[in-house]
């Protein structure tokens, strides 16, 4: 089992910046991948970024590439998305996710693949 609380979401003006927060329970998160998602009212939950168990790659949405930055911290049991140039429709509520499988050699972007789920943190940004 791995608990995962995210935070740093928040009301941003376009152009603006936030950096989001995932804190793991320290049990076995190092041994697997984590992801980001996100959902906007009205849509489905759609696939941001994603790292390997150990940070060595990382995978992008192309929506988001270039402009977001995924990392972690096995230290901390922590991981991080940056969010940078953040646009109005980067609006949804964004949750982190650890993959079901430990030690994957790729990372995967299908909701299904992911067995551990965050509450959610609001992003909002503003025109």
């Known amino acids: 089992q791995v608990q995962l609380v995210e935070s740093g979401g928040g009301l941003v003006q376009a152009g603006g910046s936030l950096r989001l927060s995932c804190a793991a329970d320290g049990r076995t998160s190092g041994s697997v991948a984590m992801g980001w998602f996100r959902q906007a009212p009205g849509k489905e939950r759609e696939f941001v970024a994603a790292i390997g168990w150990n940070g060595g790659y990382t995978y992008y949405a192309s929506s988001v590439q270039g402009r977001f930055s995924i990392a972690r911290d096995n230290a901390k049991n922590t991981v991080y998305l940056q969010m940078n140039s953040l646009k109005p429709e980067d609006t949804a509520v964004y949750y982190c996710?650890?993959?079901?499988?430990?030690?994957?050699?790729?990372?995967?972007?299908?909701?299904?693949?992911?067995?551990?789920w965050g509450q959610g943190t609001q992003v909002t940004v503003s025109s």
């Open positions: 996710a650890a993959d079901r499988r430990p030690y994957r050699a790729l990372v995967v972007t299908t909701p299904t693949e992911y067995a551990y």
